[in-house]
Nanobody, 114 residues
Framework: VQLQASGGGLVQPGGSLKLSCAAS????????MGWYRQTPGKQRELVAM???????NYADSAKGRFTISRDISVNMMYLQMNGLRPEDTALYYC?????????WGQGTQVTVSS
């Protein structure tokens, strides 16, 4: 499975961005898919995930501001981010978790700054 993340950019505090993750395979075959983020010197952290059944889970920092979704028909996953804060600045990765292997996209940079 190959993943291509896109949609990052520079946005002012309080603004919104929608990230997209295009998968080369059938995303319904995944155990779950998720969005992670990483800043220099820190470990990659989970932002949001969506299970095969469609259940969404969020990190506390994302609850109420971010929404994860997917379109199985076109093998796409999304992350709608509202109310962005400077601390949301990071490289965002999408992940496909299969039964045996995990796959990662290349990352898309989100910068929240005035």
């Amino acid at each position: 499975v190959q993943l291509q993340a896109s949609g990052g950019g520079l946005v002012q505090p309080g603004g919104s961005l929608k990230l997209s993750c295009a998968a080369s395979g059938n995303i319904f075959s995944s155990t779950y898919m998720g969005w992670y983020r990483q800043t220099p010197g820190k470990q990659r952290e989970l932002v949001a995930m969506i299970t095969r059944s469609g259940t969404a889970n969020y990190a506390d920092s994302a609850k109420g501001r971010f929404t994860i979704s997917r379109d199985i028909s076109v093998n796409m996953m999304y992350l709608q981010m509202n109310g962005l804060r400077p601390e949301d600045t990071a490289l965002y990765y999408c992940k496909y978790s299969g039964n045996v292997y995990d796959y990662w996209g290349q990352g898309t940079q989100v910068t929240v700054s005035s």
